[in-house]
């Protein structure tokens, strides 16, 4: 494969949905500029024959032929491309008071698009994909939720390192909590939060998620207007590790010195099960529910 050196990688502004991006062909990338955003694909990798003694390896040349379009990411990014355009019809007086927050363009801090589009996703998926024919969004998401694990739905925003994810993550939970808060009756938002981590360090990291953390971000990233913050309070938000959700041992508790204790004492050590500890964590959230 040729090798290209492409002088100014960045043709795009983060704070505008992109519009250029660099060709591939049968031999790689190019220097060649594409007037149109780059279709949502990925690469499939290809796996070397395996030499005596040595590890598989994947050879993940980046080549035309080898790409595979995100064909529903690419359905989804263009319903909320016209809903965009279409100035945001369908949703809470809540959400649009936040949008328009968000898309002020005389913001100081301007947020990035990739930011925003995570944003309109959630929320047409939420608010507006079922009043406009395309329930089909949520009921593809669901079905390979079943095929996956069936036991907790989940809708996943992949986005990549430094693009700001934890923003996004605040701009959900007032989303979320803010619309609850004002209607109390719709189940479709939560104002309860529970966010596991996979470390400590992570877990120290998105305090700023927390409201009344002083580097929280809904203040420093300007994510609400100052008026909504004292609401924002009001939501209930445990951040743990996830090592919290994994059984624990306990001995028995000692007890008389009678064959019965000794025996006892034998027997397999008890596990706390992770569903206790949520139960004992979460107890002051009922009936609230609870968004992972």
């Not at 120290?204 to 927390?210: E, G, Q, S, T, Y």
């Amino acid at each position: 494969m040729a090798q290209i050196v492409i002088e100014n990688p960045v043709i795009n502004s983060p704070f505008d949905g992109p519009q250029r991006h660099f060709k591939f062909t049968d031999e790689g990338i190019t220097n060649e500029i594409v007037e149109k955003r780059r279709v949502s694909s990925y690469f499939i990798p290809i796996a070397r024959p395996k030499k005596r003694g040595k590890q598989l390896l994947l050879d993940t040349e980046w080549t035309q032929d080898r790409i595979e379009e995100n064909k529903f990411v690419n359905e989804v990014r263009a319903k909320v491309e016209k809903w965009r355009e279409g100035g945001h019809v369908g949703i809470t007086k809540t959400t649009a008071q936040l949008l328009e927050y968000w898309c002020n363009p005389s913001r100081d801090r301007k947020l990035f698009f990739c930011q925003i589009e995570a944003a309109e996703t959630a929320i047409y998926i939420t608010e507006v994909a079922g009043k406009y024919g395309d329930a089909w969004i949520e009921n593809d998401l669901r079905r390979a939720n079943g095929d996956a694990n069936p036991l907790l739905f989940r809708i996943a925003f992949k986005m990549a390192t430094g693009s700001g994810k934890t923003v996004v993550m605040a701009m959900a939970i007032a989303w979320h909590a803010l619309n609850k808060l004002a209607n109390p009756q719709d189940a479709r938002f939560s104002d309860a939060f529970l966010i596991v981590t996979p470390g400590i360090t992570i877990r120290d990291r998105l305090r700023v998620l927390l409201p009344n953390d002083p580097q929280n971000y809904y203040r420093e990233r300007d994510l609400l207007p100052p008026e909504l913050m004292e609401e924002l309070q009001k939501a209930k938000i445990i951040i743990t590790n996830f090592h919290a959700f994994i059984p624990r041992e306990h001995p028995p508790p000692e007890s008389s010195p009678s064959r019965f204790s000794i025996k006892a004492r034998k027997r397999a050590p008890s596990r706390k099960r992770p569903t206790r500890w949520f139960a004992a964590s979460a107890a002051n959230w009922a009936p609230r529910r609870t968004s992972w």
